[in-house]
């Protein structure tokens, strides 16, 4: 089957990407979504069922089913109808995670948020986010959503299959987050493609809350320009990869030029 690698970094209005991935995810892992969601009874999230982590995170986390702020979280999300498609369609279940000191709840702006593909933890595909802060729970969905795609792709953290790269594992580079240690190139690339999905959905906030999407844009916004240098400079592709990145450097470039205007 001929793939239009172009189309698979950019969320699309038509849901190419998400069937393609799938079949990528089905390959990689024997992948079949929905598994989970035959069996149970769960609140859900963007038709996604809401489910506790079978292990704590930490003391100061607990796990939720009910908040205010998961159906802001819904509406956030129906700003970008492309990447909650992919979101609802590859994953079997979200954790939604709450801090216990209520003095946090609402007053802090961002998310800690985390995923999961088939053969780390189990055979499902899932994320999890806090939701103490709406936009933050939103970003976390479309950050994380954002590496499960790269990894259905074979772009893992500390290695990568060579579909899409031909960086060796062992070579290290600038992370636009992690400052602590030099990383190899696939983690570069999750952590900048993480941040441009969450500097799209931003702009989404941005469009219908200017003052708001712009807080946030102002902490995303020099992530990925700094990320974008560091991977030109230094990657290597395949001729699929060459083909994936050109559209996500499109995309790129259209999220930086329009959070630098709705920044000024």
């Known amino acids: 089957m001929w793939i239009d690698y172009t189309r698979l970094a950019e969320p699309q209005p038509d849901g190419y990407d998400t069937d393609v991935l799938l079949q990528f995810a089905k390959a990689r892992w024997n992948y079949i979504p929905k598994r989970y969601r035959a069996r149970n009874t769960e609140r859900k ?3 996604v069922p809401i489910h506790a982590l079978d ?3 930490s003391d100061e986390l607990e796990y939720v089913d009910q908040h205010p702020n998961i159906a ?7 700003l970008w ?8 369609k590859i994953n079997d279940f979200i ?5 216990i000191d209520k003095r946090y ?5 961002g998310c800690v948020c985390g995923n ?8 499902y595909m899932h994320i999890y986010t806090t939701v103490f802060d709406d936009v933050g729970g939103a970003e976390g969905i479309v950050h994380e959503t954002g590496h499960q795609r790269l990894h259905c792709l074979g772009v893992d953290l500390e290695t990568h299959t060579g579909l899409l790269l031909r960086n060796d594992p062992a070579e290290r580079y600038v992370s636009p987050i992690r400052k602590d240690t030099l990383r190899p190139m696939s983690a570069v690339l999750q952590a900048q493609y993480s941040y441009v999905n969450v500097t799209q959905l931003d ?3 941005y469009e219908v809350d200017p003052e708001r999407g712009r807080s946030y844009l102002m902490i995303n916004l020099p992530r990925i320009k700094e990320g974008y240098d560091e991977i030109h400079r230094n990657i290597k592709l395949t001729t699929e990869g060459q083909q994936w990145y050109d559209g996500f450097c499109r995309w790129t470039d259209r999220v930086i030029a329009a959070a630098e205007v709705a920044i000024a």
């Open 116 to 123: 999961y593909v088939p053969g780390q933890m189990d055979e």
């Open 55 to 57: 292990h704590p995170l």
């Open 81 to 88: 109808p492309a990447a909650s498609y992919t979101f609802a």
């Open 95 to 99: 954790s939604l995670l709450n801090y």
């Open 203 to 205: 702009l989404k906030v």
């Open 45 to 47: 999230l963007l038709g």
């Open 105 to 109: 709840d609402g007053g802090v702006p």
């Open 72 to 78: 802001a979280i819904e509406k956030i999300m129906s």
